[in-house]
């Protein structure tokens, strides 16, 4: 039987390849297992692919110029990353070899947003891009009267100071902080990234104003809230009940980033605040990565101010640069010093099977999206300092560092939470990071309807994997090892990945914009 939507077109379709393959398309995926999480199709299934579309779905043979034998694996929609900050080429290269097929920049955010667009427009990218409006680099250009650059390295430098993260706004000052946010709306951001813990004393009158915001252009909100806490007060239960209280009062849809990461060890707590609201109507979506450790810049405000280590049960040796646990005079040193550098933050322990359990809460949630918060990757220079790695080589240098979550997030769900420990289903795993997070958005941004689907019609963006052996390899002591696995991964119908190997300057890749921007 051959599955098609209900247009003409389709039926037609249907009609022609009902006993043989007659038509000729560009791509043919032959016998593998077929899983669409929409309509709830798995089975053994022919997909051809013409353009960028799918064209058929078929128990019967297709013809087409290029066939690709999925005889054994699974043939998946696209795995959708609403939370990536490695937006560089070697970044994006290292998500779509793991089958990611879409990578957006929302909890962090940019602006300008049109000079990023442009920007990324003239890159050959493997994958489909996109960025909401940064609240962090709006706020960051007007506490120190500077235009805003689009880069990460324009948050990274503004760590030393610490007006923009700890002191109220003046009306004068929130008033540029929303024009600027309010321009990066018109020019295509996908909503506001409100990366709040870096920014922790802001208002909450200026919060108010960034969910009315986005309400009023009809977007998300994708906030990193404000606290890191086990106890109260100011704890993680009490910044995400903040958000809820907002999207409740004012109707805009916000996103919780990381709830793993944000709620610590009170997961059970706030993950029950996220199904009370959404049980109640209340327009609140979240999202999980499967590691029990953060990467963050060492001098975030989360790490200062009194009792902070208790609060946040950590130590000195929570911390990792490189390979190596930091020591406490290493931790202060970089705080004092270069408190613009990124580490690896253990928070859960998942060695331990209690703090396991914990995480598995927030991963396994049939509410919660597999998000990865994948970050850029490092190196140390010949002076010991830290820099962003943006050259394009590949594989990548051999002494670049990064958390493992940059190449590893989703092959660990499907090895270890379907394959190893079977906690999930191999079809609700798929749903969760390729479905859901199209449908997160998909309200705001016509482009996610067509994304997160294997169906005849819907934009050809597909994974190739076996089930047996895909796998991370990346580990916190040496991340740079990519996922293996995965056969073949078509972006909006060419290849990034063909025959287990990435296929270098495919320029695949399309923009992810919001409609304010048509």
């Known amino acids: 039987m051959l599955r098609t939507r209900t247009s003409g077109a389709a039926t037609m379709v249907a009609l022609l390849l009902s006993t043989t393959a007659v038509l000729a398309n560009d791509i043919v995926i032959v016998g593998g297992r077929v899983i669409d999480p929409e309509t709830g199709l798995d ?70 947003v049109g000079d990023w667009y442009e920007e990324q427009a003239t890159k050959k990218l493997p994958m489909n891009y996109g960025a909401s409006a940064g609240w962090t680099h709006s706020r960051i250009a007007t506490f120190s009267d500077t235009d805003p650059l689009a880069t990460a390295a324009f948050f990274t430098d503004a760590q030393g100071r610490t007006d923009w993260k700890q002191d109220i706004a003046s ?86 980033c990381h709830i793993n990461s944000t709620s610590l060890s009170d997961i059970e707590a706030t993950m029950a605040l996220v199904e009370k609201a959404q049980a109640q109507g209340i327009n609140v979506t979240t999202e999980a990565y499967p590691y029990g450790a953060a990467s963050t810049v060492v001098g975030a405000a989360m790490f200062s101010g009194p009792n902070w280590r208790d609060r946040m049960d950590s130590t000195a040796n929570n911390f990792q640069l ?114 859901l997070p199209a449908q ?38 040496n991340a740079n090892q990519p996922t293996v696995g995965v056969q073949t991964v078509i972006v909006n119908g060419g290849f990034s990945v063909r025959d287990g190997e990435l296929v270098l300057n495919a320029p695949n890749g399309r923009a992810i914009r919001n409609v304010v921007a048509d």
Do not use: C
């Open 43 to 112: 089975a053994i299934r022919n997909v051809a692919i013409e353009g960028d579309k799918i064209m058929a779905i078929s128990e019967f043979p297709l013809a087409g110029d290029v066939v690709i034998d999925a005889t054994g694996h699974v043939v998946s929609p696209g795995f959708i990353d609403l939370h990536s900050h490695g937006q560089n080429i070697g970044d994006y290269r290292m998500q779509v070899i793991q089958g990611v097929t879409t990578a957006l920049e929302l909890e962090s955010g940019i602006v300008p």
């Open 171 to 256: 009306a004068e000052q929130s008033e540029r902080i929303m024009s600027l946010l309010e321009q990066g709306l018109k020019d295509g951001a996908l909503g506001i990234g409100i990366n709040a813990g870096y920014a922790p004393g802001f208002g909450h009158k200026e919060y108010y104003a960034l969910a009315e915001l986005a309400n009023k252009y009809n977007v998300p909100t994708y906030t990193h809230v404000r606290y890191a806490s086990n106890t109260e007060p100011q704890s993680s239960f009490e910044a995400i009940q903040e958000l809820i209280s907002l999207a409740a009062i004012t109707g805009a849809h916000m996103h919780l």
């Open 322 to 435: 490189g390979a190596d646990r930091m020591t406490e005079d290493e931790l202060a040193d970089y705080q004092a010093n270069k408190p613009g550098t990124f580490i690896v933050w253990h928070f859960l322990d998942e060695a331990d099977p209690a703090a396991l359990s914990l995480l598995d809460v927030s991963v396994t949630n049939p509410a919660t999206a597999i998000a990865s918060d994948s970050v850029l990757w490092s190196y140390f220079d010949e002076n010991g300092n830290i820099l962003l790695y943006d050259g394009d080589e590949w594989p990548l240098p051999d002494n670049v560092f990064s958390h493992p979550r940059s190449t590893g997030a989703y092959t660990k769900v499907l090895r270890s939470y379907v394959r190893e420990r079977g906690i999930l289903s191999l079809s609700e795993a798929i749903r969760k990071m390729s479905l």
């Open 440 to 477: 997160t958005l998909e309200d705001s941004v016509p482009q996610m309807r067509t994304k997160g689907r294997i169906q005849v019609g819907m934009d050809a963006d597909i994974v190739v994997f076996d089930p047996a052996t895909v796998a991370d390899l990346a580990t916190f002591e």
